[in-house]
């Protein structure tokens, strides 16, 4: 009740906030004119006077007297405009807090994301022929989700995968069993260098699944994951599928998934860890069915799988295949031409104006097949193409926008980079497309240009780099990858208003953020792009809204962690890829390499936190690696051991406690959680937790100064899960929602430092969980 009622007087204040925000931006500029206004009679009146009383000579005073007063109200009237003005952007900038401190309560960890809005790639979607409104996505690296048309949002399917089964929240493939719509296939997989994916089956449109007996190598999140399909069902025999792997050949079950066997008459020869990419039957005659062998062309079959021919003169990296009446084929093609059909025997290039781009959206129009959609591949300004003739002709598809997302930049609308692409078997003119960020639809198609709109409510499949959650200003900050990061202004249950490369630097990734421990609206980020091998960092002084570059940062150095001095904001010490860590203690003006420490572990894909800085004594700073503890009390320009007897674990998180000198918390996942307070000379073990994976330190309860200790991982005698102790680690309860163990690789986890009890974990691919 206490949190609900916070809540509600945070949004009074924000409309008190923001209404006195637009009333004072009237009010100054009214009063500023007014005083301009009566300087400029005075000025008219002492010209008078002196012109009347004086000889000729007087008139050069006159003409003086009366320029200095108009210049003196100007500069009064200038003044008051720019003091309201200070003041509008404090009001400004307090309702943009206030406002991001809204939230839901009772809400358990792993049941509801912090609203950011998609950024991930979408890699197909899915629509079934019997039931409206039933669509399906598959993600490369955050799982699959079923619409939801009453409110309009993406429901999660695969989120009951634990920690230890991260890999099958990579979606390798997807199928829908077209005589039952309750019934659904996924192959799940990230990685084939990872743990083997599987099948799962469900018959109850993903509510609840079931193993098959198929594990292979899959690799969702690897090239090629933009085509398809791989997993197919036979349209005449409900009970007969098929699977293109990546590295094991083609696969078949007759009962429905319960047995597989291996097509040993398949003689493709993909290219490797690329595989069988798409798999198709002829609707109207049975037995007909394509495969493509990714890098070596498409083979046909005509007694369904049995035996196989290659197709002469198919296309070698052909990316999705659609058959229509009269057995023929359709492609679409990684290289030129970009279009092609195949109908009784013969090959035709039908790719639109001659284009020499790489084409893979292919979809046509149940109700005509004659009418056929294609989209370019990974290029600027992506183009979709119609044909009302089979591929004869073709028209460019023109396409206004509605983004509901306001962070999404102009280039991630203009160059979506279209996945896949399906007419609706049960709304006439409606389409849907999937591209690297989300998914489109457009309810009529046939208008030229056709109005999109992008539905992203619960699609949340950003990497997450770090969060930070500082004791004012806004509740959460977030550094992912890709698209640099946020300020949460909206609060954690709508999307925020932009990244923070609209108001400072432009970065791909954000790493690390840390802040000022006694004005913590002063804060420090480092990042930078990848694909340019650029990096740098910013500073803030308004908590994260704007950002200012540093002045300089070393070419080609990739920084992975800062920590800021508690007494002193402009010295940083940061971690580096591969090399030595720096200093600065100019805000970014210079840097200096640091002595004492060993080198930092490769980026950007590495979520350690092996750097602190004391909360109390602004010279000292901790680092750990391999076993040993590194402590500097120059201010960070060198380090030495100071303890060797701690374990070495290579994922491990170092904390450093508020308001006390030297007391710190050190987490080494399956070799255990470990506490000092005396700068790390000496450690004891937290025996009560058998493994911590992720950990972190949050507001105390009320009338405690004992922070708050929070744990991923398993505690003796409980099993595993999320766990928090207000007892320093003496007794642990069990937080959050077993069923959902926020299990696609948990990279980040913070503790509010403004509410008590509430805690963000960040993912691999599942966005930002919040939890009270």
């Given amino acids: ?44 009146i002492a010209f008078k006077l002196i012109t009347k009383f004086s000889a000729q000579p007087g008139l050069s005073l ?72 039933l669509v399906y996505i598959k993600t490369d690296v955050g799982g699959f989700y079923r619409w939801n048309s009453v409110n309009k949002s993406w429901v999660p399917l695969t989120d009951h995968f634990p920690l230890e089964k991260s890999n099958y929240y990579g979606g390798e493939a997807l199928a829908l069993d077209p005589k039952d719509p309750n019934i659904i296939y996924i192959a799940a997989g990230k990685y084939v260098w ?39 069902i036979n349209p005449f025999n409900s009970k007969m599928i098929l699977f293109g792997s990546r ?35 002829d609707k109207d005659k049975p ?50 031409p970009g279009v092609r059909k195949y109908t009784d025997g013969d090959w035709k290039n039908i790719t639109p104006q001659g284009s020499k781009e790489d084409f893979n959206g292919l979809s046509i129009n149940p109700a005509n097949p004659k009418d056929i959609l294609v989209a370019t591949k990974e290029r600027k300004n992506t183009k979709i193409y119609r044909s009302f003739d089979s591929g004869t002709t073709w028209k460019e598809q023109k396409r206004s926008l509605n983004n509901t997302v306001p962070w999404w930049s102009s280039y991630m609308l203009s160059n979506p980079s279209v996945s896949a692409i399906e007419f609706d078997p049960h709304v006439s003119g409606r389409v849907w497309f999937t591209d690297w960020y989300g998914i489109w639809r457009t309810d009529n198609i046939n208008k030229q240009p056709s109005a999109w709109t992008n539905y992203q409510k619960g699609h949340e499949e950003l990497v997450t780099f770090t969060l930070t959650a500082p004791p004012s200003g806004a509740l959460l900050l977030s550094g ?5 990061g946020f300020y949460h202004n909206k609060g954690l249950d709508n999307y925020p208003s932009k990244t923070f490369s609209a108001s400072g630097p432009s970065f791909q990734d954000t790493y690390s953020i840390a802040y000022y421990e006694k004005a913590p609206l002063q804060m420090v980020r480092v990042g930078g792009n990848r694909w340019n ?47 030595k860590a720096l200093r600065t203690d100019d805000g970014g003006a210079s840097w200096k390499e640091v002595t004492g420490l060993p080198k930092g572990s490769k980026g950007p894909w590495n979520w350690s936190l092996p750097l602190a800085a004391d909360k109390v004594d602004g010279n000292t700073f901790y680092y750990y690696k391999n076993g040993k503890f590194y402590q500097s009390t120059d201010g960070g320009l060198s380090f030495k051991v100071v303890n060797s007897s701690v374990p070495d674990e290579s994922w491990h998180s170092l904390r450093t406690v508020s308001g006390v000198k030297g007391e710190i918390w050190l987490s080494l996942d399956k070799k255990q959680l470990y506490h000092s307070t005396d700068g790390g000379k000496t450690f004891s073990k937290m025996n009560a937790v058998k493994r911590s994976y992720l950990f972190s330190l949050g507001k105390p309860q009320q009338g405690s100064t004992i922070p708050a200790l929070y744990v991923y991982g398993e505690i003796n005698n409980m099993g595993k899960g999320i766990f928090r102790s207000l007892d320093r680690g003496k007794t642990w309860q069990r937080i959050g929602n077993p069923k959902n163990p926020i299990g696609n690789s948990p990279n980040v986890m913070e503790a509010s430092l403004q509410q008590f009890g509430l805690v963000f974990i960040g993912t691999n691919g599942r966005g930002i969980y919040y939890g009270n």
């Fill in 533 to 579: 091998n650029t990096y740098s960092g910013a500073t803030s002084t308004d908590g994260g809204l704007t950002w200012k570059e540093f002045a300089s940062f070393p070419k080609d150095t990739m920084p992975m962690r800062i920590a800021m001095s508690a007494t002193n904001p402009k010295l940083f010490v940061v971690t580096v890829s591969g090399d």
């Fill in 62 to 133: 006159a003409r003086t007297v009366r320029f200095a007063v108009i210049a003196l109200f100007a500069t009064v009237a200038l003044q008051h405009i720019w003091l309201a003005s200070n003041i509008l952007n404090g009001a400004s900038g307090q309702a943009e807090v206030v406002t991001s401190r809204n939230y839901r309560t009772n809400v358990s960890l792993g049941e509801t994301n912090v609203a950011i809005g998609g950024g991930g790639y979408v890699t197909g979607i899915f629509l079934h022929p019997l039931q409206k409104d």
């Fill in 247 to 281: 590295r094991d050949g083609l696969w078949k079950s007759s009962d429905a998934g319960a047995n597989w066997t291996k097509v040993t008459s398949f003689p493709g020869k993909p290219e490797k860890d690329i595989g069988i990419t798409a798999i198709v039957f």
């Fill in 287 to 336: 037995g007909l069915v394509y495969a493509n062998a990714y890098g070596d062309g498409i083979y046909k079959s005509t007694n369904t799988g049995i035996t196989w021919s290659k197709i002469d003169g198919s296309p070698k990296k052909a990316m999705r295949l659609v058959t229509s009446r009269n057995n023929t084929l359709y492609t679409t093609i990684n290289g030129s």
């Fill in 194 to 232: 990872d743990e083997p994916g599987t099948i799962f089956k469900s018959n109850d449109r993903g509510t609840t699944w079931k193993k098959l007996d198929l594990d292979l190598p899959m690799g969702g999140n690897q090239d090629r994951r933009e085509v398809g399909e791989r997993l197919v």
């Fill in 480 to 484: 992912v990858a890709d698209v640099d």
């Fill in 1 to 44: 009740m206490l949190n609900a009622a916070i809540n509600h007087w945070s949004t009074i204040e924000a409309i008190a906030n923001v209404t006195f925000a637009g009333l004072a931006s009237v009010q100054p500029v009214l009063t500023s004119l007014l005083v301009f206004a009566i300087g400029i009679c005075l000025a008219h």
